[in-house]
């Protein structure tokens, strides 16, 4: 009974590399989000789909780009890797319409040098 | 610009006692009400959720909702160590299109001491 699945679970990069956080989940939902959770800041959105080839920004999307692979899978990358970036990274899920919850995944803690 | 405030703690309770988590929201045509729970250097875990003006309750669990004041509210009956986390409040607003998006509060640190 996965869920939502990410990984890595955690990564060191240098400024200015680039690198792909990948998302999966098994729970058949058209809805998928990217977040970041930084310190006191709460939970920031930064793209979402909601639906499989449809793609939209959030909150704060500058410097991330996504890609929603398949109705499973939802990657963000980032191209060029910035300190300002150092975060703690979830996936989350959910039905599509109504008042749905969104299911998170377990995050991913990345750190940039 | 939507918010969702929450009032950061830590919010200190002793175990058995009722823990009161407040929120209040800006959006007047918000439409639904979440609250998650999140254990340190874990992902939020969702509790309840609540549409309607009211009470709803669920085990220990109780969310009120007053939409004519924008405020929602977690209480947390015979709270026990365990409970100790930080408690996110989420809402969705009027003007999401449909798409489920989600703006969250900061969270509350609720501590239950023995």
């Known amino acids: 009974n996965a869920g939502v699945t990410q990984t890595p679970k955690f990564q060191v990069l240098k400024t200015g590399q680039s690198m792909t956080l990948q998302c999966a989940q098994d729970m058949n939902h058209n809805s998928m989000y990217w977040y970041r959770q930084d310190p006191g800041m709460g939970l920031r959105l930064i793209y979402y789909?909601?639906?499989?080839?449809?793609?939209d920004k959030g909150e704060v999307p500058n410097g991330y780009n996504v890609s929603r692979l398949n109705k499973r899978e939802f990657s963000l990358r980032l191209e060029s890797a910035a300190p300002s970036q150092t975060s703690v990274y979830f996936c989350a899920s959910s039905e599509s319409g109504g008042n749905q919850p969104q299911h998170f995944g377990d995050g991913t803690r990345l750190s940039i040098l | 610009q939507k918010e969702v405030e929450q009032n950061s703690g830590p919010l200190s309770v002793p175990e058995g006692a009722i823990a009161s988590l407040n929120c209040t929201y800006s959006d007047r045509g918000s439409q639904s009400f979440f609250w998650y729970r999140q254990y340190s250097g874990k992902s939020p875990e969702l509790i309840m959720f609540i549409y309607s003006n009211g009470d709803k309750e669920d085990g220990r669990f109780t969310a009120q909702l007053n939409k004519a004041s924008q405020y929602v509210s977690l209480l947390i009956r015979d709270s026990q160590p365990s409970d100790s986390a930080t408690y996110l409040c989420?809402?969705?607003?009027?003007?999401?299109?449909?798409?489920?998006?989600?703006?969250f509060g900061a969270g509350t640190r609720l501590a239950v001491h023995p």
């Open positions: 989420a809402v969705k607003g009027s003007w999401d299109g449909g798409y489920n998006k989600l703006i």
């Open positions: 789909s909601a639906s499989e080839g449809t793609t």
